[in-house]
C-alpha cells in the first residue's frame, strides 16, 4: 500500500516542503530511511541524520531550520512525535483491516455477532457469546461461553478468554494473553495436602485497555477481577483474583500483582515489580523497577526499593549502599583510633 506525501499531509493536518507526489510504502528509523520510506524526526539528538537520510519523507517539527541540503521531502507538523504515532495507528487500522470468517473455525449457534466481524481459522466461539462491531478474532484463538466483547476489539493469534469474561470496546489483547483463567486459591488440610477453591467470579475489562502478550489476569474468588477503562498493560505480568486495577494506570512488563490488591487511577509501575496481596495503592503512584510493595501506598508516592521506601530516601540512601565497603573499613579504621 503506497501513499503519496500529499496525502499523509491531509491526515496529520501538515504541510509539505518538496514533492507531495512522492509515494511511501513501509515505514523506517531516520538513520536507516531508503528511497520509499517514510520517518520522522523529533529527538534533536537525531537531527544530523535528516541530512544523509534516504528516507522518502521525513515527519518534522514546523520549527524545523535545515542548515544545509536535504534530499528528503519534509512534511511539516506542530508535533512529529505525536504526528508519526498518529500515522502509525492509522497504519494498523488499515492493516488489521480484515473481515470475513475463515474455514475451519466454530461458532456456537447461540453466539451473536456485530457487522465486519473478521474471524480467524481455527478458533472457537463458545455458547451465549455475544461480539460487537468491528471486531478482528485471529486465529487459534478461544472465546468461552457467556462471554461479551464490545465494539472494535482486537484478539490477537492464541489468545484466550475464558467463560464468563466481560470486555469492553476497543480492547487489544494480544498473543498468548488469558484472560479469566482460575485464580491461585487452594487451602490447606490437616496432611498439609492443598484443596482447590473453586474460582466462581469473573474478569471485567472496561474500554480502551491494551493487554500486552503472554499477560494473564486471574477470575476472581467471587465478585470480579476488575481493569478499568484506560489500562495499559505491558507483556508477561500477573494479575491475580479479584484484583482492581484503575483507569489510566500503566504497567510495565514482569510485574507481579497478587489476589484482592486494588492500585489506584493514572500509576506508573516499572518493569519487575512485586505488589502483595489484599493492599490498597492510591491515585498517581510512581514505582520504579524491582520494587517490592507489601503496604499500603498512599496517592502521589514515588517509591522504589525492596521493600519499597520514598523514591527521594533510596537515592540518597544508595549513595552509601554502593559504598559500603569503604564506608565499613572507614569505620573499622576510627574504632582502632578509639581504642588507642
Known sequence: MKFTAAQIAGILEGTV?????????????????????????????????????????????????????????????????????????????????????????????????????????????????????????YPNVYVGDNVTIGDNCVLFAGSKVYSDSVIGNTVYIHSGAIVGADGFGFTPNDKGEYSKVPQTGNVIIAD??????????????????????????????QIAHNVEIGAHTAIAAQTGVAGSTKIGKHCLIGGQVGIAGHLTIGDRVRIQAQSGIGRNIKDDETLQGSPSFNYADWNRSYVYFKNLPKIAKAVNKLEKQIKK
Not at 541524520?49 to 521531502?73: C, G, L, P, W
Not at 498518529?86 to 461458532?107: A, D, H, M, R, S
Not at 480502551?208 to 508477561?236: C, M, P, W, Y
Open 208 to 237: 480502551h485497555v491494551d493487554i500486552g502478550a503472554g499477560t494473564t489476569i486471574d477470575r476472581a474468588t467471587l465478585g470480579s477481577t476488575v481493569i478499568h477503562e484506560g489500562v495499559k498493560l505491558d507483556n508477561q505480568i
Open 17 to 137: 516542503e518538496g514533492d507531495p507526489e512522492v509515494e511511501v510504502s513501509k515505514l523506517a528509523k531516520i538513520e536507516e530511511g531508503v528511497p520509499g520510506s517514510l520517518t520522522f524526526l523529533a529527538n534533536p539528538k537525531y537531527a544530523s541524520f535528516i541530512y544523509s537520510t534516504n528516507a522518502s519523507i521525513t515527519i518534522v517539527n514546523s520549527d524545523f531550520v535545515a542548515e544545509s541540503d536535504i534530499k528528503t521531502t519534509l512534511i511539516r507538523v506542530e508535533d512529529a512525535y505525536k504526528s508519526f504515532s498518529k500515522l502509525l495507528e492509522y497504519y494498523n487500522q488499515v492493516k488489521l483491516n480484515k473481515t470475513g470468517i475463515e474455514q475451519p473455525c466454530f461458532i456456537s449457534d447461540t453466539a451473536k455477532y456485530g457487522d465486519s466481524l473478521y474471524l480467524g481459522a481455527f478458533s472457537y466461539i463458545g455458547e451465549n457469546v455475544i461480539i460487537g462491531n468491528n471486531v478482528k478474532i
